[in-house]
């Protein structure tokens, strides 16, 4: 199990150094408002891929490994595609209304709306796809799919605009940006259907019940999307009071600090599978595992808090100096998901209604508390706002974790 954290974190870091590489350029080659019209795109990119995967992949993994009669139980991944397929079209005219209330609200233009459709919708189905190798533990071909998620990126969105603008003497512009990822995100879908041909089916067996799966995917699916709102309401929310130059400068220290999350990330798409097998005797085994490690997380926390000066200024540029008190609230927060997201992975498999309601509870109090201290201590009011709630939440999940290893 170690090997494997190691490994999927260790390509989520080479993949998402391209994502990285990518914001990094478009802070430094955009003004403010483009940056942070960028990220507000992105923001409901995120929401809204959430929307699309609900929570069939995670689920997917747990139902699986729950439920599998052979090593590869090609049936019953059938019958979870033919539900995610059905899924699918009961939720989109949904999601267009959604987008139409997007375009109504800030006058989104075609490219807004194509690039919200295609880097959504795909993205979403590509992911679906690569958690059929999560699923059954390939972890070569499940790091291959993720990392090439970001490679793809790179080499469209990056390496095109190089080659237009050089070669070609295009324009480098906000719509030309929109353009190559909307190419990349129909390339994408073509090539995850290639990766995971040989597995794709779409007859559900009979055999495997849809309501239990329901039983599993709800609550997972809505605590999901509870997640990704909080996660991404706070750039919304900064957009809304202090326009889209604070969005850049937060999305600056956003980028920066979500270096982490690909950790706690890596961590939970391996646990969702082991945990599944025999969760208490997993749970025991990670919590005396943090025992051990708990001082060396409080030191990397230290030392990244003192060394982020530096780190704003030689990725981002002097002009976003002001992103430096937004990191180092952020990095707190994100540093600590490391800790806590291995106990989260339990109760995911063993009481995700429970996850629903802590999640739930969690992004009204930010919602509630990111209004009021926004309005008062601007980007550090809403940086605190994340704090606050993810670490209460972490922490009520621990305290219920120990009371389980108790018992």
């Not at 989520?12 to 080659?29: D, E, K, Q, S, Y």
């Not at 007859?203 to 990704?228: C, E, M, T």
């Not at 600056?252 to 706690?264: C, G, Q, R, S």
């Not at 919602?367 to 940086?383: C, R």
């Amino acid at each position: 199990m170690k090997k494997a954290i190691i490994l999927v974190t260790l390509f989520n870091f080479l993949g998402a150094g391209v994502t990285f590489g990518i914001n990094i350029i478009l802070a430094r080659v955009f003004p403010y408002e483009i940056f942070g019209r960028i990220n507000l795109l992105f923001s409901y990119n995120a929401i809204l891929i959430i929307l699309f995967m609900f929570g069939f992949c995670n689920s997917m993994v747990v139902f699986y490994n729950k439920n599998k009669t052979a090593e590869l139980d090609k049936s019953l991944l059938n019958s979870i595609t033919n539900w995610y397929l059905k899924y699918l079209i009961y939720v989109f005219p949904l999601f267009c209304l959604i987008v139409y209330g997007l375009y109504y609200y800030y006058k989104f233009s075609l490219l807004e709306m194509m690039f919200l459709l295609t880097s959504t919708l795909f993205s979403a189905i590509y992911t679906f796809f690569a958690s059929y190798y999560q699923a059954l533990g390939k972890w070569n071909k499940y790091n291959f799919m993720n990392i090439s998620f970001n490679i793809l990126k790179g080499i469209i969105v990056v390496l095109g605009a190089l080659m237009l603008t050089f070669l070609f003497k295009v324009h480098l512009s906000y719509e030309l940006f929109l353009k190559l990822y909307i190419i990349y995100a129909f390339i994408l879908l073509v090539f995850g259907v290639f990766c995971s041909f040989s597995i794709i089916g779409f007859k559900s067996d009979s055999k495997y019940s849809v309501k239990d799966f329901k039983k599993l995917v709800l609550p997972i699916g809505f605590a999901n999307i509870i997640i990704g709102l909080s996660m991404r309401l706070d750039n919304i929310i900064i957009e809304r009071f202090l326009g889209d130059k604070q969005v850049a400068i937060y999305a600056a220290a956003n980028t920066l600090a979500l270096v982490f999350p690909l950790i706690t990330g890596s961590i939970m798409g391996v646990l969702m599978k082991e945990i599944s097998k025999d969760s208490l005797f997993y749970l025991k085994k990670i919590i005396d595992f943090q025992k051990r490690y708990f001082i060396y997380l409080l030191g990397v926390i230290v030392l990244v808090v003192l060394l982020s000066p530096y780190l704003i200024r030689l990725f981002f540029g002097i002009k976003y100096i002001n992103s430096i008190p937004i990191f180092q609230l952020l990095i707190v927060t994100y540093i600590a998901s490391v800790f806590f997201t291995p106990i989260e992975s339990y109760f995911y498999n063993e009481d995700a209604k429970m996850v629903f309601v802590v999640k739930l509870l969690q992004l009204i109090i930010f919602v509630g508390f990111s209004l009021v201290l926004v309005q008062k201590f601007a980007l550090q009011g809403v940086a605190a706002s994340v704090f606050i709630t993810r670490v209460g939440a972490w922490i009520l999940f621990y305290v219920l974790a120990r009371k389980k290893t108790y018992v």
